[in-house]
């Protein structure tokens, strides 16, 4: 019945700066550029939805998201990019079996983002 996530919509502030950080840091593709919705993921498929329109609520912003999680096919070589655009991480976690490894770190909204993949052999 259900096969997995289909796409996760995150309300942003400021939505000309979150597009710059998921296109341009992040590399996803727009595809849907002229739309008030904007489709954002790799040339086969689009997961993440940009809505502008984040509204507080007594002074405290609504976000129901904990964490996004993106795949990588290698976890280091990632970090590194992302580290090269200036991306910050805020933790990282190795897996038990010591397989794979997840590095958090912010968008321009504060919701954390996960890049998680495996370890390279040594």
Do not use: C, W
Not at 18 to 47: N, Q, R, V
Not at 92 to 101: S, V
């Amino acid at each position: 019945m259900i096969k997995g996530i289909d796409h996760i919509e995150l309300r942003v502030r400021d939505l000309q700066q979150a597009l710059s950080f998921y296109k341009e840091k992040l590399g996803l593709i727009d595809h849907t550029p002229d739309s008030h919705m904007h489709f954002l993921g790799t040339e086969s498929e689009a997961f993440v939805v940009l809505v502008s329109g984040r509204e507080e609520n007594g002074g405290r912003e609504k976000q129901a998201l904990d964490h996004l999680a993106f795949s990588v096919a290698a976890v280091e070589p990632a970090k590194d990019r992302l580290q090269e655009k200036g991306i910050e991480f805020s933790s990282e976690r190795t897996d038990t079996n010591g397989h794979g490894r997840s590095y958090y770190f912010q968008d321009p909204d504060g919701n954390t983002l996960e890049i998680y993949g495996p370890l390279e052999a040594g």
